[in-house]
């Protein structure tokens, strides 16, 4: 039962331009949801969140959209950096529960 | 401040054998978290802790067991390994159970099993 799916497995975006990373779940339920960036070989960082009762959230490069009546959130980097460069995984969860994980985008910025 | 911290970094098993991984939350997480993740997969929910209990088991078979100790660390017991049981094992932790507080991921362990 897959709740958050993250439907692109790969996604290649040229440096400086925008990347937008999509994930859309299921569960009405879920209030928080998160972005982590993975590289090879390392555990998951966390990006940035947004709370279910906000529709953006920003932090620098990295903006979080929740469209809550789609049951669809995205990320936008801008502008892209080969650094960013990873497995961005998109993750959600209701109160008291599990985090429920997305199967991971793969980012390669191109210089 | 440190963050979640794993170990064994690596760690090689023969099949049919016990591999326990250990991790230690960032001070004032009460809430220990373990994921696998396969090679080419994402990241499969394990077991979750809080305040000592388990709260949530994942679609894992009974050999993958768990604890958290009264200092909120965790360990993850796996018996009678198997290969498929290869796999980066991450820990995660965070304050307690609202939904607000983010977890924050150890670098991992990873289990090979020959």
């Known amino acids: 039962d897959q709740q958050v799916k993250q439907n692109s497995p790969s996604l290649s975006v040229q440096e400086g331009r925008i990347s937008i990373l999509n994930c859309d779940y299921t569960?009405?339920?879920?209030?928080?949801f998160l972005w982590y960036k993975k590289y090879p070989a390392e555990g998951p960082t966390f990006l940035i969140s947004i709370s279910s009762i906000k529709d953006k959230n920003e932090d620098g490069r990295f903006t979080v959209f929740l469209n809550k009546s789609a049951k669809h959130l995205s990320l936008h980097i801008v502008p892209s950096q080969p650094g960013d460069s990873a497995v961005y995984f998109c993750a959600a969860r209701r109160y008291g529960n599990k985090l429920v994980f997305g199967a991971g985008t793969i980012l390669r910025v191109k210089s | 401040e440190a963050g979640v911290t794993q170990s064994p970094t690596h760690l090689i098993k023969t099949r049919g054998q016990q591999a326990t991984l250990r991790c230690s939350p960032i001070?004032?997480?009460?809430?220990v978290y373990w994921y696998q993740q396969a090679l080419g997969l994402g990241l499969q929910f394990l077991l979750w802790y809080d305040e000592g209990e388990e709260r949530n088991r994942g679609n894992f078979p009974p050999r993958f067991s768990g604890r958290q100790f009264p200092n909120y660390s965790s360990e993850l017991n796996v018996n009678a390994l198997e290969l498929e049981d290869s796999a980066l094992y991450l820990c995660a932790s965070s304050l307690g159970t609202v939904s607000g507080n983010t977890i924050y991921f150890g670098e991992g362990s990873w289990l090979t099993v020959v």
């Open positions: 569960n009405s339920m879920f209030d928080y």
């Open positions: 001070s004032g997480h009460t809430s």
